[in-house]
C-alpha cells in the first residue's frame, strides 16, 4: 500500500496543472476579498474596531485552512480517474493484493497530498498576516492548527473519496470539481458572514461538516485578534460578532462547543469513508 501511496503522491505533483487548479477556489476565495468583500466589511460593519484589517485577515487566513483540504483532496483523487480512465485499475485488480488495500493507497495519498497543501497554506498565510500587520503566532497556536489540519483534511477526504467513487470520466470528475470549488466557499460561510445569510441558509451552512472546520480554525485564530480588538467593548458585542461571522454557531440559545465540532468531523469522516468503501466495492 505505501508503494501506491508514494507513486498516487508523485503523479500528482508532477502535474503541475493540477496542483494549480486544486488551488483554485483558494485563489478565487483570495481575489474576491481582495478587490471586493474585504473593503466591504471593513469600510461598514468593522470601521469602529481597533486592528480591523488583521481581524479581517485572520478571518480570512481560518477560512482558507477549512477548504485547502477540500480543493487539494479532489485534485489528488484526478490519479484514482485516470487509472480508471486507462483502465490501469484492471492491472491493479488483477494483482495479488486486495481491493481494500488499492483504495486505501488512493485515500492515503489524498490525505497526504491534502496535509501537505494545507500546512503549505498555513505557513503561506502566516506570512501574509505579519506583512499586513499581524504577528507571529505562538507555538502552542501553530500546534493547534496542525492537529486541526489532520482533523480537517480527514474528514474532507472522507466526503470527496465518496464523491469522487461515483466518477468513471475526466468530464464528469472535472464539473464536479469545478461545482465544488465554487460553492464550497459559500458552504462554509466565507464568501458572505452567515449573520448575513438567511436563516434557512444558515442552518444548512451549520449542519454543513466543513463549516465546523472553518468555525475551529477561526476560533483558534481569530482569538488573540479578537481580545484586542474588543478590548474595550462590552463583552455582549464579542459575542454578537462571533455568531455573525460563524465563528461560533449557535442553535437557538445554544452554543456548539469546540469539543462537538471536533466530534462532528470525526463522525464525518468514519460514515462517508465506510459509504465510499461501500460503493466502490459495489462497483468492482
Not at 481580545?227 to 467593548?233: C, H, M, T
Not at 452554543?255 to 471536533?262: D, M
Amino acid at each position: 500500500m505505501s508503494i501506491l501511496v508514494k507513486r498516487n503522491i508523485i503523479l500528482f505533483f508532477r502535474d503541475r496543472s493540477a496542483v494549480l487548479f486544486s488551488l483554485l477556489a483558494i485563489f478565487i476565495i483570495i481575489g474576491l476579498y481582495a478587490v471586493f468583500l474585504g473593503d466591504v466589511w471593513l469600510d461598514d460593519s468593522m470601521k469602529d474596531i481597533e486592528n480591523a484589517d488583521v481581524l479581517m485577515n485572520t478571518w480570512l487566513v481560518a477560512g482558507l485552512l477549512s477548504v485547502a483540504s477540500v480543493t487539494t483532496t479532489m485534485g489528488a483523487f484526478g490519479v484514482m480517474i485516470d487509472d480508471k480512465v486507462r483502465k490501469i485499475d484492471k492491472d491493479f485488480n488483477s494483482a495479488p493484493i486486495k481491493r481494500s488495500r488499492i483504495t486505501a493507497g488512493y485515500v492515503g495519498s489524498s490525505f497526504f497530498i491534502g496535509v501537505i497543501m494545507s500546512v503549505v497554506t498555513v505557513f503561506v498565510s502566516e506570512f501574509y498576516l505579519v506583512i499586513s500587520g499581524g504577528v507571529w503566532i505562538m507555538p502552542s497556536v501553530l500546534i493547534k492548527v496542525l492537529l486541526l489540519v489532520l482533523l480537517t483534511t480527514m474528514a474532507n477526504t472522507a466526503i470527496v473519496c465518496f464523491i469522487v467513487s461515483f466518477f468513471k470520466s475526466h468530464s464528469a470528475f472535472s464539473t464536479a470539481s469545478t461545482i465544488i470549488g465554487t460553492l464550497i466557499g459559500f458552504l462554509t460561510g466565507i464568501y458572505l458572514p452567515i449573520g448575513a445569510l438567511p436563516e434557512s441558509v444558515q442552518t444548512v451552512i451549520k449542519l454543513f461538516p466543513v463549516s465546523h472546520a472553518a468555525s475551529l480554525f477561526r476560533q483558534v485564530l481569530m482569538e488573540d485578534a479578537m481580545k484586542s480588538a474588543f478590548a474595550e467593548i462590552p463583552a455582549n458585542y464579542l459575542n454578537e460578532f462571533k455568531e455573525h461571522m460563524g465563528v461560533v454557531f449557535c442553535f437557538g440559545s445554544a452554543t456548539v462547543s469546540p469539543w462537538i465540532s471536533v466530534f462532528v468531523l470525526i463522525v464525518t469522516a468514519a460514515i462517508f469513508y465506510g459509504l465510499a468503501l461501500l460503493n466502490m466495492s459495489k462497483r468492482s
